[in-house]
């Protein structure tokens, strides 16, 4: 039987020789992930099941990012829970204030993730690792509970969307704008329950952090997971941080898809994403004068070093506009550091950006970020639903590193190309 390359994935970790679209499969995990807000409702959970340990010390992972450095007494008690699990349990991979990330630029940077996969976590964006050939999908706390106990999971065996990509980006136009450019197209439930597979000779020409920001909206699309061919990037990346076997699945050229979108990348423009769906998206032949109060380049779309730097080089020696609050967040320690180290964090500074530890903070509306009545911010976080960074009157825009470090110098929303 002919399969995606998603399918082909699964069948491996049921122990099947073939899936098929809505088939129900009970397969084994390769890693569990939660994070400060999800991981405490699991751990509940888990201590109802009545087993002594977890199914392996080295699968599960916990990532203190949303709320930490603690916010509040309750960020306080959340982190303690899953620290005083972690403890416990010997779990290898705990990562606290100080040595964490954002959790889905952390897991690829520290190598946890490898091609060929199966990965669950208590978080929507955990579809990110699609990027380095892996089945990632996010999962409800039970879910987590149960993987953790288990190591297995239950899925229904997703149908596919194809997306064959040629050609390659102009200059400032990135993943981001690729992944709203999509979205826009098919909308946010236009991959419902569906498998996003892209293929075709522009993949080569997009970087693996292009394909993290890709893979890591898909859920924006509706979609269980999005995945990218393996090819000498994503080799190159994974043998850099992991010295796991490299497992490659290639979809059947008979594989069976929903549908077929053929995208020319050198089409593709600098694009928004207006309030308040990430379906709403506009490029800037559409887009009018938009004051702004605030930009936020960060999150675990686009906190990579590529993004960082994009737009520092935009920034430097500009000054960001008065009444405009720029915060950048770098996704992890390393990335951090290499800005440090490399003086972007000088040219943030200079141009009267704030720079935080790495956190989910501001993408969810939890700290370091919240909008008051009536403010609009550009952000290169991932979802603008009514009052995701604050008040439900605020207004949140997404768009790429490049259009929102243009948006702070401009005092509104700007085409970098204009800068």
């Known amino acids: 039987m002919s399969m995606t390359m998603t399918q082909k994935i699964l069948a491996s970790h049921a122990g099947l020789e073939s ?80 040595k964490m990330g954002i959790e889905h630029a952390l897991l690829p940077e520290k190598g946890l993730v490898v091609s060929g996969d199966v990965v669950i976590g208590a978080d929507s964006h955990t579809c990110t690792y699609g990027a380095l050939g892996a089945f990632s999908t996010g999962v409800g706390s039970t879910d987590m509970a149960c993987g953790m106990a288990t190591g297995k999971a239950w899925f229904k065996v997703p149908s596919a969307i194809k997306f064959v990509l040629k050609g390659k980006l102009n200059k400032y136009v990135s ?68 010295d796991r076997e490299i497992v490659s699945f290639k979809a059947d050229e008979d594989a069976k898809y929903d549908e077929v979108y053929e995208i020319d990348l050198s089409t593709i423009k600098s694009t928004v994403a207006f309030p308040h769906l990430p379906e709403n998206t506009r490029t800037f032949d559409q887009i009018p004068d938009i004051k702004i109060d605030q930009v936020v380049i960060g999150s675990c779309t686009n906190g990579q070093y590529k993004d960082i730097e994009e737009a520092a080089m935009i920034l430097k020696g500009r000054q960001v506009a008065k009444n405009v609050r720029a915060i950048i967040i770098p996704a992890t320690q390393d990335i951090y550091l290499k800005a440090v180290e ?78």
């Open 19 to 98: 899936v098929e679209a809505g088939q129900l499969v009970l397969v084994k995990l390769d890693r569990v992930l939660g994070n400060d807000i999800t991981s405490p409702v699991a751990i509940k959970e888990f201590n109802k099941i009545g087993v002594d340990s977890v199914y392996d010390k080295d699968k599960v992972t916990m990532v203190m990012d949303h709320f930490a450095p603690n916010k509040d007494i309750k960020a306080a008690v959340q982190c303690k829970m899953c620290r005083d699990f972690c403890n416990e349990k010997e779990i290898t991979h705990f990562y606290d204030v100080g």
């Open 175 to 242: 993943g981001k704008d690729v992944i709203l450019h999509i979205i826009g197209k098919i909308g946010v439930d236009g991959a419902l329950y569906k498998s996003m597979e892209f293929v075709g000779e522009g993949v080569s020409s997009l970087t693996i952090y292009d394909r993290l920001t890709i893979c890591n909206m898909a859920i924006e699309a509706g979609a269980k997971n999005g995945i990218f061919e393996v090819d000498e990037q994503t080799i190159a990346y994974i043998k850099e941080r992991s």
């Open 342 to 419: 490399n003086g972007l964090v000088k040219i943030f500074i200079e141009a009267g950006c704030i720079v935080s530890t790495p956190t989910c903070g501001p993408c969810l509306g939890g700290y370091m970020g919240i909008l008051a009545a009536g403010e609009r911010a550009v952000a290169t976080t991932n979802r603008n639903f009514v009052g995701r960074m604050g008040d439900v009157t605020s207004e949140v825009y997404l768009a790429s590193p490049a259009v929102a470090a243009a948006s702070a110098i401009a005092g509104k929303i700007a085409d970098p190309l204009s800068i």
